[in-house]
Every structure is written in C-alpha cells, then in structure tokens.
Nanobody, 122 residues
C-alpha cells in the first residue's frame, strides 16, 4: 500500500520561500503537488514523472520547483516569491501509472497525502 506524508508547511511572509516535503512509501510512476485554498477546488501545481520530466501550472511556473530524491523516497516542492494567494492546504499525490496527459488533474492520481498548511501573510 502506498502512503504519502507531507511536511514543511508554515506561516511565511510575502516574498519568502518554503520547501515542502512528501515522504513516499511504495512504488509509483508519477507524482505531483496540488493545493486547495479555502472555498476553492483542488488545483494542480506541479508534476514529475519517473523519467524526471516536469510540468507546471501557469500560476506557479517560474516560482515553484518540483523535485525528488529517489534514494530518500521523498518528493519536494520548493516555493519562492510566495504571495498571499498561495495560501492553501498543499497535498502531494502519486499515480500507479505513467501519465501522458491530464498530468495536473486530480482524477489522474491514486494516492494522496493528508496535506500541509501554507499561509502567506505579513
């Protein structure tokens, strides 16, 4: 059974940086980060495949970076230039198969972490 556990959420000032981690137990091919702000749906932010390919949403392109350390079975999301609108619960997700499309759609993923809260405020 695959399990995902996020960590690293915190309160940070606008313009600041934060790195989220997601410990992944079990074998998966595709991994991603999503977020859900209060009163909104789940938004796909960044995808990474087993070949290291990445994809970002327009809202975080150039500010966020997804990466993984296979030796540590850990997925990361480096977030820079944070804005108040980045405030949300952040989730990591994993899929049992390689994704060739819909890589930032929540329906493409089989496993989810419990979430970690990021608050951007002065």
């Amino acid at each position: 059974q695959v399990q995902l556990v996020e960590s690293g959420g915190d309160l940070v000032q606008p313009g600041g940086s934060l790195r989220l981690s997601c410990k992944v137990s079990g074998s998966t091919y595709s991994q991603a980060w999503f977020r859900r702000a209060s009163g909104t749906g789940r938004e796909g932010l960044a995808y990474i495949g087993d070949d290291g390919s990445t994809l970002y949403s327009d809202s975080v392109q150039g500010r966020f970076t997804i990466s993984k350390d296979n030796a540590k079975n850990t997925l990361y999301l480096q977030m820079n230039s944070l804005k108040p609108e980045d405030t949300a619960m952040y989730y990591c997700a994993a899929a049992r198969r390689r994704l060739y499309d819909m890589r930032l759609w929540s329906s493409s993923y089989d496993y989810w972490g419990q979430g970690t809260q990021v608050t951007v405020s002065s």
